[in-house]
């Protein structure tokens, strides 16, 4: 059932896992909803077989939601734009947007990553790309398939106008879905981006056969080292340790596509192998090496990223990266 004040025709662009439960739960909910994939052929597949068979096997995507591949008729005359592409693409995607045909539109990204080329966050991208407008993001601790079996989840939903993020925060709550609202935009996409990398390590761990100890001890330093760097960037430290930051590095060092990358990695497959074996995007990938610059620029350091960026793209084996990490000279836990 919509809420009161919440946002009534609302556009949902990605036919990925993410963007394709957003439309359904946004659906159910009783909105108008338009939904658009890149690919016309893979929304043919869609739209014929009423289940996204590449992202979100298994679930049943309703009679009255219909998704589109022409951008002009799934924008138009929309309230609110929800960006949910992968974080590389945002850009290419947000450049093909017409603002005649959405102009007193907010956009709201659940995009997680850094572009990789200008180091920006998601929002910074956007902006760069569509001027000033009104704009939030979401982030938080949330597995697509979950959120799509109405499984229960909460969410976080950040933008420096506070009006908007209740709004939104209103269009997308429901018995199963709990939003909370912030106003660190900063904080909750760098915990949504930062996460990544330290969930390949953790997925290393279990790879070569790690208990819960080392688990722990990764999670632990892990959220350390992304309010480090946060903070550095101007984000709110408390912020790492709510759902956007904390909560998404459990979730995401459980399960998840990251994960279940490294894990590989740590059984003894290549980088290469793995990525061309799947059709998902791993954002932790590229997430690793925007993290590394980013630490350079504001001069802090990044123990467990730098060993996992060693070996993604330096050949370093995952046994000399926990060297190089149990062999630090040791200091007091901060």
């Known amino acids: 059932m919509r809420a009161s004040g919440s946002f009534q025709r609302i556009a949902v662009l990605g036919d990925g896992g993410w963007g394709t ?47 589109t591949s022409t951008l002009s008729a799934a924008i138009d005359g929309a309230q609110l734009l929800i960006l949910a592409v992968p974080s590389q693409h945002l850009r290419s995607v947000a450049k093909r947007l017409r603002p005649a045909r959405w102009s007193d539109a907010s956009i709201l990204s659940v995009a997680k990553g850094i572009e990789q080329r200008s180091l920006k966050r998601m929002s910074e991208v956007i902006h760069e790309e569509l001027g000033p407008v009104h704009l939030a993001v979401l982030s938080g601790p949330n597995i697509a398939l979950e959120i799509a079996k109405g499984q229960p989840a909460s969410s976080v939903v950040a933008s420096h106008n506070i009006a908007l993020a209740k709004r939104i925060q209103a269009t997308l709550m429901s018995e199963r879905l709990r939003m909370y609202t912030s106003d660190d935009v900063t904080g909750v996409e760098l915990g949504g981006a930062l996460k990544n990398p330290v969930a390949i390590a953790a997925g290393i761990g279990d790879g070569l056969g790690f208990g819960a100890n080392a688990k722990a001890a990764l999670v632990t330093r892990g959220i350390v080292e992304m309010a480090r760097l946060g903070v550095a960037a101007g984000a709110k430290e408390q912020t790492f340790w ?25 059984r003894g497959r290549s980088l290469s192998s793995i990525v061309r074996s799947t059709p998902m995007v791993i954002e932790g990938v590229e997430t690793s090496k925007a993290a590394i610059a980013l630490a350079k620029r504001y001069r802090v350091h990044l123990p467990i990223i730098e060993q996992v960026h060693a070996i993604l793209f330096q050949r370093r084996s995952p046994q000399r990266a926990l060297q190089a990490l149990m062999r630090r000279t040791g200091k007091a836990e901060s």
């Not at 709510?242 to 740590?266: K, P």
């Open 21 to 67: 439960t957003l439309a359904i739960h946004l659906h159910r909910l009783g909105h108008r909803v338009s939904w658009w994939g890149a690919f016309p052929e893979y929304v043919t597949q869609i739209a014929r077989r009423r289940e996204n068979p590449k992202y979100l096997p298994g679930i049943r995507i309703p009679a009255g939601l219909s998704i």
């Open 242 to 266: 709510g759902l956007s930051g904390l909560g998404d590095l459990v979730t995401t060092c459980l399960s998840g596509r990251n994960r279940w990358l490294g894990e590989q990695i740590g």
